[in-house]
């Protein structure tokens, strides 16, 4: 199996070579196998987030579910390498039906298993977790109050979320996955940040994480907090641009490979929309898509202009918020 150390060496032997941009009409095979991938289980949501594409009904791309055939081919054709399995993308991963088999097939070859929820399907889903035992989940939690909450989870219930929590924490150790409990910053819950040390005492949380909010248009700019820190995004009027300048590289390109319900190889997670097709792994290795020149041609992209990328614009990847 791939190691964290061996992967920085690897990374910056990558960062030079493409950072040449050399001038050939051919590209030599030798991105490594993938050390994770993002697996999208389903990229249908029960809420409507307002900076969601999904929750907004904005993707354009068709909604399903994926096959767990296609799962278990994948994982079969990269355990050697793999080191962790993310089960989400687009949507709830907790919807699947299938949910469960994925990350017991998973950890039946080694691979950490990790998976992002709304949380509003945890209570029901505690007997499957229990069996399935995933490594790591994250909860998404942006508000205390069910009025903070529902003011970006639109259509959520607070309480299911705190049902799922209570769930978690009353799992005994050897069933109890690593809980992080994620809270996307924005205006409207900045001042309940204080409160979240009561939270994670109470649930047995094991780690909180405060996430800059991503927006999409000038008429969600409202969304974003008045503490500077919390954001992603340097504000000019109607305008607003990431904070920092966009470096010419990207280690999750190189690293990791996305795939959606339906077997469509992306670059990675900002992708949403699929626009940049890479493969299909129904038909190719994930190896040999990384391999090929479209996503060569596109690696080249990244590390010499990545800031005219579009979906790059709103990427932290290798930034400091």
């Known amino acids: ?7 920085s060496c690897y990374y910056r032997k990558v960062k030079t070579k493409y950072s040449k941009q050399q001038k050939r009409s051919k590209t030599n095979k030798f991105l490594p196998p993938p050390s994770f991938i993002s697996f999208e289980p389903t990229n249908y949501c029960n809420l409507k987030c307002p900076a969601c594409p999904s929750g907004t009904g904005l993707l354009t791309r068709d909604k399903g579910f994926a096959d767990l055939g296609l799962f278990k081919k994948l994982i079969r054709e990269n355990k050697n390498h793999l080191i962790n399995i993310i089960l989400h993308f687009q949507g709830e991963p907790l919807l699947h039906e299938q949910i469960g088999e994925m990350i017991s097939f998973a950890r039946t070859h080694k691979i950490y298993t990790e998976f992002s929820t709304n949380g509003h399907t945890i209570h029901n889903n505690i007997d499957i977790i229990k069996k399935a035992k995933p490594d790591k989940i994250v909860v998404s939690l942006d508000g205390i109050e069910q009025e903070t909450y529902n003011k970006y989870r639109i259509n959520g219930d607070i309480q299911k979320v705190y049902q799922g929590l209570e769930a978690l924490s009353e799992l005994n ?4 996955p690593y809980i992080e409990l994620q809270f996307l910053v924005f205006k409207h819950n900045e001042h309940e940040i204080k409160h979240l040390h009561k939270l994670k005492k109470k649930y047995k949380i094991d780690k909180i994480s405060l996430k800059t909010a991503q927006i999409y248009s000038e008429n969600q700019i409202a969304l974003l907090p008045k503490n500077y820190k919390y954001s992603r995004y340097i504000v000019n009027g109607a305008k607003f641009t990431i904070k920092s300048k ?3 590289s990207c280690k999750r390109i190189i690293f990791g490979s996305v795939i959606t319900w339906d077997g469509k190889l992306v670059p990675c997670c900002f992708d949403k929309d699929a626009d940049f097709i890479m493969g299909d792994v129904k038909n190719k290795t994930i190896n040999n898509i990384r391999n090929e020149n479209n996503y060569q041609r596109f690696i080249k992209n990244v590390f010499s202009q990545r800031n005219k990328i579009e979906m790059c614009k709103n990427c932290t990847e290798g930034i400091k918020i």
């Open 173 to 176: 150790k050897k069933e109890r």
């Open 1 to 7: 199996m791939i190691n964290f150390i061996n992967l």
């Open 246 to 248: 966009l470096p010419n």
